[in-house]
């Protein structure tokens, strides 16, 4: 999760926020590694680095967590996920969020 805020060996390895998207949905939306890739849904939206992988299924995007507000060009990762609990584990589902993207002209 955060455990890896503020390490600056790992900082300097991964700069910023960073997202894998499939490279036939990349190609769908004019999108190459290392665009900046705005992602939305109802509930926020979030700006990250584009990293063209093979090895993503089409239709699915992966990020890493842990990132904080201040490290985004713009939102988080966290406005996109549900607010709703399970009240047994008392956590939400990050893995299963539906969200659209699109090149980032700076504009949200």
């Known amino acids: 999760h ?3 805020y503020g390490n600056m060996l790992l900082e300097e390895i ?3 926020p960073t997202v894998d998207i499939n490279p036939d949905d ?3 939306r004019g999108i190459e590694t290392d665009d900046y ?3 939305w849904n109802d509930r926020g939206h979030a700006v990250a680095k584009a990293v063209v992988n093979a090895a ?3 239709g699915v995007a992966r990020y890493q967590k842990g990132w904080q507000d201040e490290q985004f060009k713009s939102g988080n990762w ?3 996920t ?3 609990f399970n009240p047994v584990t008392v956590n939400n589902s990050f893995f299963d969020t539906a969200v659209e993207y699109r090149k ?3 504009e949200e």
Request: no cysteine.
């Open 78 to 80: 966290t406005w996109l």
């Open 104 to 106: 980032w002209d700076g």
């Open 82 to 84: 549900p607010s709703r």
């Open 56 to 58: 993503i299924r089409p």
């Open 2 to 4: 955060s455990q890896g």
């Open 37 to 39: 890739v705005y992602f």
């Open 14 to 16: 991964f700069s910023e």
């Open 26 to 28: 990349a190609a769908a």
